[in-house]
């Protein structure tokens, strides 16, 4: 008769040398692991606590500017540096890591020849036109810029006039972006409540959208390039196809006040917007509804937001005259991490994600401290919206089939597309 | 706690009941083949054409064995995409299920070919039957180090033995009637404690690692340490009679003398459930690995399985026509094992809760090792019964032990091919081939652990700890869509309740009070009694409705009834 036991000898199974690794065996047999939904749904439980317990967004303030910020620009090549402009015409560039402003443009009135000259920066060039500049935009891979105000001036480095010039309608141009992907195209918004696109090596601006409410600040997607999103003065951000301008393929709703500001992380999966009510918020780019919100007592109306180059941090610039500088993931360990601890971070985000639907976790992981004031200015919203649906559905109700319509919600805030 | 969720209208997917497990595996291997059958210029085609045939059918052989273990790594059917009319989900979903594939393939490639450890087996030859075969000539047979795993330990005075032994499979426990409890190391056959309480031992039983264990003794179960201090006695459990460690929840079940049921989370301490079983004092308990459901075999031929958080039992089977003897659950969660006095062994089948074999013989006492094969130990006799196929199980090998040795437990060991029994004079171990899984996972279950691997453990064993409400028959449902109930008609009484709760409601109404002399107290009241009777006449409406149809019923069967039976229909007031 032919007969086997298990014997393990102990040498194949332990280490040899104290200075070795423990062996480690592993068999994946089902069999062998009971509770296993289970236990993934307790670490998804202890993982969504964790979260928000480690949950500590905001980092620092910059603080120096005399009145509110207004604007701010990044250098896209820059990793550590931001610019800031206030209300009072003061220019300041801020080392975000130390932050320290490394200089600052001085007030045209306050010129003073007894302060060092190593604070003050002497501007390269200066270009003067006929009218008021609201906003301005370089290109992403050439030798122009643009500037908006009553038109579109498009100039190069080298010229003191612009060399072209773009005009549909009367009315103010508010923001210009140009398009990341592509160098020529540029997109603007006008007080008109309409957004324009441009092609420099066209004539003539291409399309033209009406909505129902200006948009305050436009950004391209840049990984998509040919999607884009505007910051509309009806507390939503719209996001379009350029090649289908008739519906918003995204209608993210979630500021109860006008939004002032928006800006792409460099990975394109979502965006930053700031608004008029005191917030910010994080978006993904396909989301309706905001996956973060960022707000502090001392934080008045945010006026301006970008997302850092590295896609790690944002920077805010409000009325309370300070930036703040804030993480982009509330809760991520910044710094090196070692293989390990960033594995078991995917882990418990994948985890997180797989039971994310269930009760417990989806209550914990949804909920965000909101000040009382938007809180209820969102209860209100919701209020009135509610009550608007209800009486649109009952007009369709009593009214002949086919008499009323129905717009589909992306379309609605489009009045006409040119 | 709620662990399943509410139905998203656009994830509620239907699994199909064919198997779709092709949507998840990638290309079988065979047709992944290199292309071996290339001719090379100077090899003839003829040639060529053989070997390739040759080849194909190896590697053929070698895939479908893949891919059957494949399907043990799956878990389960993937779920139907072509419900789903969301695009964007469906691609989501499909890219999911490809992973899992992956997996599942990685796993069962690991197993082919990673695994240390080869099972045990026994071959008879020519016309000699497995049964037949006693234990000295299987230690004649084997190698040294498993030819020293049998013994005999043989302890007259201190009462029938119960033994344990810890989930790695290295540490065992004895504890024997008159209170005398040992644990030692298996592997290098140490005694690491041993100690006289001085009362009676009626079940010993680890908690979480070999550092402690409880000891069902008289009055009260204690816990141990293992130098042998005492570290508590739970007051709260009574005299018990049996005990139980549910792993992963750190509950301690016990069932005692009044047959209740305790359940006690020792981790923290706290008691979570105690309940009257009400079928009398029974010392048959089990609990199941699969799904940690309680199984108690009462002195009716009941067997009923608890869960700490329902009073009643989940399921109560009649088993047996005499009361029960023994239980065992298989480690996979599908086959339950019961013994009774009525002569009959029963191999149950725990999803249909129905009879699969039925098979005669007594059973003191029933254990179920990694691999399935089924130990009955039967006054001095133990017969271990294997798996013939289709939940057959057929007699495998027999120990017979001296005639005066009662067998009062069998307990297979984890990860060794070795069967542990306790009887009346000791305790023997004895050598089953291919009883115990050879391949351990050491972050699962590890006999080498050292006291960091062992401390390290424990603290992510606490971490994962489950909830008690976590316990459930088919634990695989946690996290998926709940169907959506259709609520039920609600009793008068529930309905009497709504209604005084409306009825409050509208009393508590403030009204405006009206200027400029329009506020009189009648008018005031007039409003408030309208309110009160407009939130009762919804109820009264609900109430008439009711009452009108049974009359209705009522009437059209008195019609039906034939002329001789119509003065049994209900007495008309006359």
């Keep these: 008769m032919k007969v086997k036991v298990i014997s393990r000898s102990a040498e194949e199974f332990t280490r040899e040398r104290s200075q070795d690794l423990q062996k480690v065996f592993r068999n994946y047999d089902p069999k062998l692991r009971t509770h296993e939904k289970a236990v993934e749904y307790t670490r998804a439980l202890t993982a969504a606590k964790l979260e928000k317990i480690f949950a500590r967004p905001f980092i620092g303030a910059m603080d120096g500017h005399i009145d509110a910020v207004s604007c701010m620009a990044k250098n896209p090549n820059h990793l550590k540096g931001i610019f800031s402009g206030s209300m009072d015409g003061d220019i300041r560039l801020w080392d975000i890591a130390t932050s320290i402003r490394l200089w600052k443009v001085p007030l045209l009135k306050m010129m003073d020849s007894s302060e060092s000259d190593e604070n003050y920066s002497k501007p390269l060039a200066v270009y003067v036109w006929k009218h008021a500049f609201w906003a301005v935009d370089h290109q992403w891979d050439g030798p122009l810029f643009a500037t908006a105000g009553s038109q579109v001036d498009i100039w190069d480095h080298n010229r003191s006039e612009p060399i072209n010039t773009f005009e549909w309608g009367k009315d103010t141009v508010i923001s210009v972006r140009f398009n990341p992907g592509e160098p020529d195209v540029l997109a603007t918004s006008a007080s008109d409540r309409s957004i324009t696109l441009y092609d420099l090596r066209m004539s003539s601006p291409v399309r033209k959208l009406i909505m129902r409410t200006k948009t305050n600040a436009i950004c391209w997607n840049p990984m998509e390039p040919m999607n884009f999103t505007a910051a509309n003065e009806d507390c939503s951000c719209y996001s379009y196809d350029t090649r289908k301008l008739d519906e918003a393929k995204v209608v993210h709703k979630d500021h109860v006040s006008a939004v002032m500001d928006i800006d792409y992380s460099p990975t394109g999966r979502e965006f930053v917007t700031g608004s008029y009510d005191r917030t910010v918020r994080i978006f993904p780019y396909n989301g309706d509804h905001s996956r973060e919100i960022y707000h502090t007592k001392r934080m008045q109306r945010v006026f301006c937001v970008r997302y850092s180059c590295d896609g790690s941090y944002l920077i805010s610039g409000s009325d309370d005259t300070n930036l703040r500088l804030w993480k982009a993931k509330s809760s991520e360990q910044m710094g090196v991490l070692l293989p390990r601890e960033r594995k078991k971070q995917e882990y418990l985000d994948a985890v997180k994600e797989r039971y994310k639907h269930l009760p417990e976790v989806k209550r914990i992981v949804r909920h965000r401290h909101l000040p009382k004031p938007i809180y209820k200015a969102a209860t209100l919203r919701r209020t009135m919206i509610e009550a608007e649906n209800k009486r649109d559905q009952k007009r369709k109700a009593h009214s002949a089939p086919g008499s009323m319509p129905v717009q589909p919600f992306r379309k609605r805030r489009i009045i006409k597309e040119e | ?574």
């Design chain 2, 1 to 574: 706690m709620s662990l399943t969720g509410r139905p998203a209208f656009s994830s509620w997917v239907k699994p199909k009941p064919n198997s779709s497990e092709r949507r998840r595996l990638p290309p079988t291997f065979g047709e992944q083949l290199p292309s071996a059958g290339e001719p090379t210029a100077l090899s003839s085609t003829h040639e060529i054409m053989d070997k390739d045939r040759l080849v194909t059918a190896v590697e053929q052989e070698m895939s479908d064995e893949l891919n059957l273990k494949t399907r043990k790594y799956l878990r389960g059917d993937g779920a139907n995409l072509e419900t789903l009319r969301d695009k964007k989900l469906k691609g989501q979903l499909a890219v999911r299920e490809k992973l899992y594939g992956q997996s599942a393939k990685a796993a069962a490639k690991a197993e082919k070919w990673l695994m240390p450890t080869e099972e045990g087996y026994l071959e008879p030859e020519g016309l000699e039957k497995t049964w037949m075969v006693k234990q000295e000539s299987i230690i004649r047979e084997v190698d040294v180090i498993s030819s020293r795993k049998p013994f005999d330990m043989i302890l007259p005075e201190l009462g029938p033995y119960n033994l344990e032994y810890a989930s790695s499979g290295r540490y065992m426990l004895v504890g024997g009637r008159k209170g005398h409890l040992a644990m030692m190391d298996m592997m290098s056959m140490d005694l690491i404690k041993e100690f006289q309480v001085r009362e009676t031992v009626r079940d010993v039983v680890f908690l979480h690692n070999e550092q402690f264990f409880a000891v069902a003794q008289k009055k009260y179960p204690y816990i141990y340490n293992r130098h042998g201090t005492e570290i508590h006695c739970l007051v709260e459990h009574g005299a018990p009679l049996k005990l139980q460690f549910l792993d992963k929840h750190f509950l301690l079940a016990s069932v005692n003398k009044f047959a209740q049921l305790h359940y006690q989370d020792v981790s923290t301490g706290v008691i979570v459930a105690n309940y009257r079983t009400g079928l009398g004092r029974t010392d048959i308990m089990r609990v199941n690995p699969y799904n940690a459901v309680i199984g108690l075999g009462h002195a009716g031929g009941k067997v009923t399985m608890w869960k700490p958080t329902s009073v009643k039992p989940l399921v109560t089977m009649l088993c047996h026509h005499g009361p029960v003897t023994a239980v065992a659950f298989h480690s996979g969660g599908q086959l339950m094992a019961t013994a009774g006095m009525d002569r009959k062994i029963k191999l149950w089948d725990l999803r249909k809760f129905g009879v699969l074999n039925t098979y005669s013989g007594h059973a003191q006492t029933m254990d179920f090792s990694q691999k399935g094969l089924l130990a009955i130990g039967n006054g001095s006799q133990v017969q271990v019964w294997r798996d013939s196929g289709n939940q057959e199980y057929e007699k495998y090998m027999s120990h017979a032990m001296v005639k005066g040795y009662q067998v009062g437990k069998v307990s297979f060991r984890p990860y060794e091919d070795v069967l542990g029994i306790g009887h009346s004079m000791g305790i023997s171990s004895i050598l089953i081939p291919g009883s115990g899984e050879p391949n351990f996972d050491t972050w699962v279950a590890n006999p080498y652990e050292t006291t960091k691997q062992r401390r390290e453990k424990e603290v992510h064993a606490l971490l994962d700890k489950l909830q008690p409400e976590t316990i459930m028959l088919e634990p695989s449902k946690i996290g998926t869509v709940r169907p959506p109930r259709r609520k039920e008609r609600s009793t008068k009484k529930e309905i009497e309740e709504e209604m005084e709760t409306a009825v409050e409601a509208a009393k508590s109404i403030t009204f405006k009070k009206k200027t400029k002399g329009r506020n009189k107290p009648s008018k005031r009241a007039a409003k408030k009694e309208e309110e009160v009777f407009k939130a009762k006449r919804l109820f009264l409406e609900q109430q008439q409705m009711n009452n009108d149809r049974p009359l209705k019923k009522q009437r059209i069967v008195e019609a039906e009834l034939p002329k001789a039976l119509q003065r049994f229909s209900r007495k008309k007031a006359s």
